[in-house]
């Protein structure tokens, strides 16, 4: 099992990337062979070939979708989703908010990772748990727009402060497989709980 070992542990291990060189733009925009730099929500003048001169725009969607081998799903255009390889054929997929709420894929290519649910669990609240922090659980299913059902598990992480809410199922076949993974505080329900229901509204599985 130390692949399984690894995925649970690499789940919980959120790395922020290096930071750029001052002044550096998010975009590069060209038009007709001119290049020019561009963040969005801004506008520059762009002088193409010929001496014409043109305004652009760039703006950004408020969401986009995003997709792996065997699924996809749509996520707000201004969080990025992280792509990690952990090895024995299994690719995790995160996306997480400033605020901690996280919503992550697990790809597996060499099992059907349904029974891990538990085991993903813990791994997850093991430091909230040793802390003092009341876990409850039970089963759970989710139908998908396509009638595809997911099978595992919610759960409620309670503090003397807040509640975590957590939701972890599954999808698989003989070999291979998906595991869902949402985590979502109480405090921040308002804000992030949209993003977890857009994240099951168009999720769509390609197996």
Request: charged fraction near 20%; glycine fraction near 8%.
């Amino acid at each position: 099992m130390r692949m399984v070992s690894a995925a649970a542990l690499t789940l919980i291990a959120l790395c922020a990337g290096p930071a750029g060189a001052e002044d550096l733009k998010a975009f590069k925009l060209t038009i007709d062979g001119v290049a020019v730099d561009i963040d969005p929500g801004e506008s520059t003048t762009v002088t193409l070939p010929g001496g014409k001169q043109s305004k652009v725009t760039l703006q950004r969607n408020d969401f986009a979708t995003f997709s792996g081998d065997s699924f996809s799903f749509v996520h707000p255009s201004s969080i990025s989703v992280t792509k990690t390889d952990l090895g024995e054929n299994i690719t995790q997929y995160l996306m997480a908010s400033a605020l901690g709420t996280i919503v992550v894929v697990q790809e597996y290519g060499k099992m059907n990772p349904v029974s891990l649910n538990q085991l993903m669990l813990q791994e997850m609240t093991r430091e909230s748990v040793q802390a003092g922090a009341e876990l409850t659980q039970q089963p759970t299913t989710r139908k998908l727009a396509d009638g595809k059902e997911l099978t595992g598990i919610r759960a409620e992480v309670k503090t003397r402060t807040e509640t975590a809410y957590f939701e972890i199922v599954g999808y698989g076949l003989a070999d291979q497989g998906l595991l869902f993974i949402t985590r979502v505080g109480s405090g921040d329900l308002a804000t992030e709980q949209p993003l977890i229901d857009k994240f099951w509204e168009k999720l769509k599985v390609k197996m």
